[in-house]
């Protein structure tokens, strides 16, 4: 028995009593990813991307392991929410227009000591002091930095469209703006690279082009580590109590976590390694969240048929952003029809030993974007199911 088709059995053994759809989370493999990216960043504390997670329970199991310090969260309703639970140490990733939410912070001394905001521009600091309706709190501050690589004078650029700021005089410029407006205090500073911590490295069957992709990462690093030092130097000469630096991702952790002037990582993704993270030289995961779907009919010879199934990722539109049958090993999707919103015919020999009931697993692209889908994760220990924890919008909450 391959090490999958034994993983199969536990996860059909575990899960014998639940109808599918059901979602799951190996906790032994939960458990190795963390210590794989604790091991990977060598000391310094890893910041739990909570976009990659969207269950409390497990981010409270994660945050309760030695080198785990702090939510990156992704919207301030979410931030406040976590804050309210309990979280003291919530940062959120991105720039937000959420007034009320504002309004709520500003006025909680408990949520404007555990909840730091992103800004990019002073018409952030701007909005949000008209949203303050009254709130005297100050309000924790982060600046986050453009990781983006560009050549050739910016006519070519590689990364993600984030921040306006790149240069170390812009980021110093917005830091004396928060110094010298009442009610801000800046705390940080954030620099995503997801153009090295997002992207596989080794891409099946392209050698040429998995090449081409860790020429541009080196290049990438390289570009960035000295700019991202001039950056926070800078910023420091301005904000000398800056309490931290973060960079990184799940595919560039110990890489990151190399350079001097970061201070902490922030990593998700590497929980539950989604298959969008099997194609990298610098770690190995094992797939920790999986979901079932029910085979609900036999058209044919080599034909099996599942109910629903049809979770694309987020990202740019492509193959790689759907899930995949994972287990029995060898299905694949009808290119005709593909993973379908209420039914998905899956192909291959394994489907002539499957009967009706019987669940085929999958994984999906993305981590946290399962969580969408289903309003519970069963948690599994060897073959039984030992908890059962809600997601996010198990709680009620859909934050996106």
Not at 62 to 87: H, K, Y
Not at 243 to 265: K, L, M, P, R
Request: aromatic content about 6%; charged content about 25%; hydrophobic content about 45%.
């Amino acid at each position: 028995m391959t090490p999958r088709a034994a993983d199969r059995a536990r996860y059909d053994r575990a899960t014998a009593h639940l109808d599918a759809p059901v979602a799951i989370v190996d906790l032994q493999a939960f458990d190795d990813n963390a210590a794989d990216l604790v091991r990977r960043a060598g000391g310094k504390p890893i910041r739990v991307a909570s976009k990659s997670v969207r269950c409390r329970a497990l981010l409270e199991r994660v945050l309760a392991r030695e080198g785990f310090a702090g939510i990156m969260s992704f919207t301030l309703d979410e931030s406040l929410w976590l804050a309210r639970a309990g979280f003291e140490d919530v940062l959120l990733a991105y720039p937000s227009a959420d007034r009320s939410g504002f309004a709520e912070l500003a006025r909680d001394p408990k949520l404007a000591a555990a909840v730091t905001v992103m800004v990019d521009d002073v018409a952030q600091l701007d909005l949000i002091d008209a949203a303050r309706a009254g709130g005297a709190e100050e309000v924790r501050v982060c600046l986050e930095l453009d990781t983006s690589l560009q050549l050739l004078g910016g006519r070519i650029r590689v990364g993600a469209r984030r921040s306006p700021l790149r240069e170390p005089a812009q980021l110093a410029e917005l830091a004396r703006s928060v110094a010298r407006r009442p009610g801000f205090r800046l705390v940080g500073i954030m620099a995503y690279e997801g153009h090295v911590a997002g992207v596989g490295d080794a891409v099946a069957g392209r050698p040429l082009r998995s090449r081409a992709i860790r020429l541009m990462q080196a290049a990438a690093r390289r570009e960035l580590a000295e700019r991202r030092a001039a950056v926070v130097r800078a910023v420091r000469a301005v904000a000398p109590d800056l309490e931290f630096v973060n960079g990184g991702g799940t595919g560039s952790v110990q890489h990151t976590a190399a350079e001097a002037s970061v201070t902490e990582i922030a990593a998700g993704s590497g929980l539950f390694v989604p298959r969008l993270f099997d194609n990298y030289t610098s770690f190995t995961g094992r797939p920790a969240a999986l979901f079932a779907q029910p085979v609900v009919r036999r058209p044919g010879v080599g034909v099996v048929t599942v109910l629903g199934g049809g979770y694309p990722a987020s990202g740019a539109a492509g193959v790689d952003r759907l899930p995949v049958p994972y287990l029995p090993e060898g299905l694949r999707y009808d290119p005709q029809e593909g993973p379908g919103e209420v039914q998905t015919p899956l192909l291959g020999s394994p489907a002539d030993d499957l009967r009706i009931g019987d669940k085929v697993w999958f994984r999906h692209a993305k981590a946290g974007e399962l969580c969408e889908r289903f309003e519970n994760l069963h948690l599994v220990e060897g073959d039984r199911v030992t908890a059962t924890v809600p997601t996010y919008r198990g709680e009620g909450r859909t934050f996106l």
